[in-house]
């Protein structure tokens, strides 16, 4: 009887996933955009960053849009950062390098960074993005065309990650949470601010939208920013809109498995409100939908039991689902179980950490 009630809610979750997406624009299909003449400026805060400058700076130069600058902030970095961006802007009058300063007391480093950077803007729209992105020449085109067709303030969404095979385990969940468990129709068709998600990694947003919210100064000690800035803009009765943005922006996040962990640390107990009871749910949840299929499979192989396999490949159709669309490789969607695992891992440690009033480390800062 467990195993037939597993079964169909696991087949429920594949439709869901399957259907909850349908509200997902995908960026790279808007093309007709009127506005040519809209100034931008594309804004990254850098810290300590000097492995993705040539990558980075390679990516910013084959941008065709016209109308543009690049303004880059060395937030105090310690390594080659700030020569490294001198050498490989030489020559190019779209970029401009200025330098970070002092963080005040209470502010989240890259929050103050983004702060800085835009009061040196001017433009109508601000493209906030971070040093490990790379996006592709006609991103910018493609995101003013998506917020002109469907009157947008504000777009954001998650790249396709290009880290190491075992930090995919754990990254590419986050595309996987996402079609799980945000419904798609209201967070971009309601103001609703419960329904609200967005990625730090890229935010595109009006310059009066932006003065309008506050903008990162109305946020200014939050570890979740992105999905904070996004809320501000539903209250103030504008539109914000997530988008699969995979084709046109991709991200190289964590080098290893620990960065990865410390990086997921610092917010996901943050970004479910620092609730307890969520995080025991959630834990709940996982365990029973995407790691007891495993179980269940070992049992099936040891005995022979053919059908016991059923809720595994069903939670592998799920993050299979999820990857292809994402511009994941599927081999990851078999690894569903470990990432499930990895992800109640993640939060537990992020709890712990809220709990026990241990600081989270990034970036060599601390934070409560």
């Known amino acids: 009887m467990i195993f037939f009630v597993l079964s169909s809610l696991e087949a429920f979750l594949f439709l869901w996933v399957v259907i909850n997406p349908l509200w997902l624009p995908a960026l790279h299909s808007y093309t007709n955009y009127s506005g040519n003449n809209t100034t931008v400026s594309v804004l990254i805060p850098l810290r300590n960053e000097s492995k993705n400058v040539p990558g980075l700076i390679a990516s910013l130069r084959n941008v065709n849009y016209e109308k543009l600058e690049f303004i880059l902030l060395d937030d105090q970095s310690s390594d080659d950062t700030k020569s490294l961006l001198l050498q490989y802007t030489y020559g190019d009058s779209r970029f401009t ?20 950077l835009s009061n040196h803007s001017n433009s109508e ?9 790379r996006i ?15 009157h947008a303030s504000m777009v954001s969404g998650f790249p396709t990650y290009r880290d190491s095979k075992l930090v995919q385990f754990l990254v590419t969940m986050q595309h996987f949470v996402i079609h799980l468990h945000l419904p798609l129709f209201f967070a971009n068709h309601t103001t609703r601010q419960a329904t609200t998600a967005a990625c730090g990694q890229f935010i595109a947003i009006k310059q009066a939208t932006y003065k309008k919210i506050g903008g990162h100064e109305a946020v200014y000690n939050s570890l979740v920013e992105d999905v904070e800035l996004g809320r501000l803009v539903k209250k103030h009765g504008e539109r914000m809109i997530l988008a699969n943005i995979t084709k046109l922006v991709s991200c190289f996040m964590y080098d290893t498995i620990q960065e990865a962990w410390e990086g997921f640390t610092k917010n996901i107990f943050i970004g479910i409100g620092r ?3 969520g995080a025991v749910g959630l834990s709940i949840f996982y365990a029973i939908f995407y790691i007891s299929p495993f179980l269940l499979a070992i049992y099936a192989v040891l005995n022979q039991q053919w059908m016991f396999l059923l809720p595994l490949v069903l939670t592998i159709l799920q993050k299979g689902i999820v990857d292809i669309r994402t511009r994941t490789s599927p081999f990851y969607s078999l690894g569903m179980p470990l990432s499930a695992a990895m992800l109640i891992g993640v939060l537990w440690t992020s709890m712990y950490k809220a709990i026990t009033g241990k600081a989270y480390v990034w970036k060599g800062r601390s934070y409560q």
């Open 275 to 277: 609730s307890k009871i």
């Open 136 to 150: 592709e020449p006609t991103t910018i085109h493609h995101t003013l065309a998506l917020m002109e067709n469907q």
């Open 97 to 116: 390098i200025i330098n970070g300063k002092q963080l005040p007391e209470g502010w989240n480093g890259k929050v103050h960074a983004c702060h800085h």
């Open 125 to 133: 729209v601000m493209f906030f993005i971070d040093a490990d992105v």
